[in-house]
């Protein structure tokens, strides 16, 4: 009955519209109403202690730095050095988009603010040079991705919380998957354009313009290095390098690009700070929710009713990718991760699955689920912000999502692919 009451109204308050952070919050206090268990006041302990965590602390510092990087002229240098590298090409922009995608990927750590980043500055180009809107749009929501799977990654940190597992490891292990991801997307966006005739750009760069764009953009170049080395050399902590990117970013926007003004500042940090309440909310209610199914003994009742089904992992990694998949279409992604997390985590380390293995394939599952309906938020913010109806972005971004389907199978029946980064600095 309770588990009825939890899943039962926490779909019902959806169905009617009602926020995710505010349905699994009135979820919880129903369940724990009706079970008598505990307190009601444990709802309102939960929300403080679910967020009192100093890796949490990173998740509001990458979205504000994100957003600086993101005004601050980081992104459009970005997409400078992508035309250098891959704009003579066949379908020259869709490989730049991909490729500016992946870096900036390692600046914001969220999928939606590289979508709006990015998209906002190329869409009008690629229309320009005649590529379809849908396809344009498609392939930037679908590249924006990654940006939840190249480090540093929110997701990440917080199934680092829910889990235990390490944040270092876990960045690590999202190296090579988010560069495959990458790559595919690059591969497919290649043969669509040369079916539909994407030329390349046209321009050819002189030594002295390519010395000097990359000049211009070493401060945007050097935000991976200074963050994922800071980490890996010991400098600082994942949530320390959080705060060092809030400070680089807002530097150079600032004082060296001068693109991010000073009466703009305000903005930035209004809409950073709602971001990052909105976050937590979603975080503390999902907490709430997912002790209470702790409480009553779900997540050990369903791990040995899966096992007693079958204890094949190869089995059991394909039920929970499918899972996965279709949570990914109606949760937003961090509630789905701190709910699921201590569901299905003793299932997998019962079958000898890696936590970092499975924590790094449930944020590939669940970043699909970023462009996927009905809650395909990069859809949404690439729809937006390209000025495209949303049915036409879902069919530009269906080849890829596709592409990105046949990536996670290899990840899930490859651990080695995920885990060769963290075994090797171990």
């Known amino acids: 009955m309770i588990s009825l009451i939890l899943f039962g109204l926490f779909a019902l308050l959806m169905i009617v519209g009602v926020p995710?952070?505010?349905?699994?919050?009135?979820?919880?206090?129903?369940?724990?109403?009706?079970?008598?268990?505990?307190?009601?006041?444990?709802?309102?302990?939960?929300?403080?202690?679910?967020i009192d965590s100093f890796p949490l602390?990173?998740?509001?510092?990458?979205?504000?730095?994100?957003?600086?990087?993101?005004?601050?002229?980081?992104?459009?240098?970005?997409?400078?050095?992508?035309?250098?590298?891959?704009?003579?090409?066949?379908?020259?922009?869709?490989l730049v988009a991909v490729a500016t995608c992946m870096f900036f990927a390692a600046i914001s750590g969220s999928g939606p603010a590289t979508v709006a980043a990015i998209g906002g500055i190329l869409f009008p180009a690629m229309l320009k040079r005649g590529y379809d809107r849908n396809f344009s749009v498609g392939l930037v929501a679908s590249a924006g991705c990654i940006g939840v799977v190249i480090?540093?990654?929110?997701?990440?940190?917080?199934y680092a919380t829910s889990s235990g597992a390490s944040v270092s490891s876990?960045?690590?292990?999202?190296?090579?998957?988010?560069?495959?991801?990458?790559?595919?997307?690059?591969?497919?966006?290649?043969?669509?354009a040369r079916k539909a005739g994407y030329h390349g750009i046209e321009?050819?760069?002189?030594?002295?313009?390519?010395?000097?764009?990359?000049?211009?953009?070493?401060?945007?170049?050097?935000?991976p290095v200074i963050i994922l080395g800071g980490i890996y050399g010991g400098i600082f902590t994942p949530t320390e390098a959080a705060a060092v990117a809030v400070a680089y970013g807002f530097f150079v926007g600032v004082f060296v690009y001068k693109d991010l003004k000073l009466a703009d500042v305000y903005k930035v940090l209004a809409h950073s700070a709602l971001t990052s309440a909105t976050?937590?909310?979603?975080?503390?209610?999902?907490?709430?929710?997912?002790?209470?199914?702790?409480?009553?003994?779900?997540?050990?009742?369903?791990?040995?009713?899966?096992?007693?089904?079958?204890?094949?992992?190869?089995?059991?990694?394909?039920?929970?990718?499918?899972?996965?998949?279709v949570?990914?279409?109606?949760?937003?992604?961090?509630?789905?991760?701190?709910?699921?997390?201590?569901?299905?985590?003793?299932?997998?380390?019962?079958?000898?699955?890696?936590?970092?293995?499975?924590?790094?394939?449930?944020?590939?599952?669940?970043?699909?689920?970023?462009?996927?309906?009905?809650?395909?938020?990069?859809?949404?913010?690439?729809?937006?912000?390209?000025?495209?109806?949303?049915?036409?972005?879902?069919?530009?971004?269906?080849?890829?999502?596709?592409?990105?389907?046949?990536?996670l199978l290899v990840l899930t029946y490859v651990p080695q692919i995920t885990l060769w980064l963290p075994n090797l600095m171990k």
């Open 20 to 50: 995710i952070g505010i349905s699994l919050g009135i979820a919880a206090m129903a369940a724990l109403g009706y079970g008598g268990v505990v307190d009601s006041s444990y709802l309102a302990q939960s929300l403080v202690t679910s």
């Open 327 to 407: 949570v990914g279409c109606f949760m937003e992604t961090l509630a789905a991760i701190i709910i699921l997390t201590p569901i299905l985590l003793p299932v997998v380390l019962k079958v000898g699955v890696d936590p970092v293995h499975f924590g790094i394939l449930m944020i590939v599952n669940l970043a699909i689920g970023m462009v996927t309906p009905p809650m395909g938020i990069n859809l949404f913010v690439g729809s937006r912000v390209g000025n495209a109806q949303l049915e036409g972005v879902i069919r530009g971004a269906t080849p890829f999502l596709l592409s990105m389907i046949v990536v």
């Open 279 to 325: 976050v937590m909310v979603i975080v503390g209610t999902a907490t709430v929710f997912g002790r209470v199914l702790a409480i009553e003994g779900i997540p050990v009742k369903l791990a040995n009713e899966i096992v007693a089904l079958t204890s094949d992992p190869i089995m059991i990694l394909l039920l929970i990718n499918v899972l996965f998949l």
């Open 57 to 94: 602390m990173a998740v509001p510092f990458f979205i504000l730095a994100g957003d600086l990087m993101g005004h601050g002229g980081i992104s459009r240098r970005l997409l400078e050095v992508g035309e250098i590298l891959f704009g003579r090409y066949t379908g020259g922009l869709g």
């Open 203 to 223: 321009r050819s760069y002189t030594g002295a313009e390519i010395f000097r764009i990359l000049w211009d953009a070493k401060w945007a170049l050097l935000v």
């Open 151 to 158: 480090p540093p990654s929110i997701p990440m940190v917080i």
């Open 170 to 192: 876990l960045f690590l292990a999202g190296v090579v998957p988010g560069v495959l991801i990458g790559v595919v997307l690059m591969l497919m966006s290649w043969f669509i």
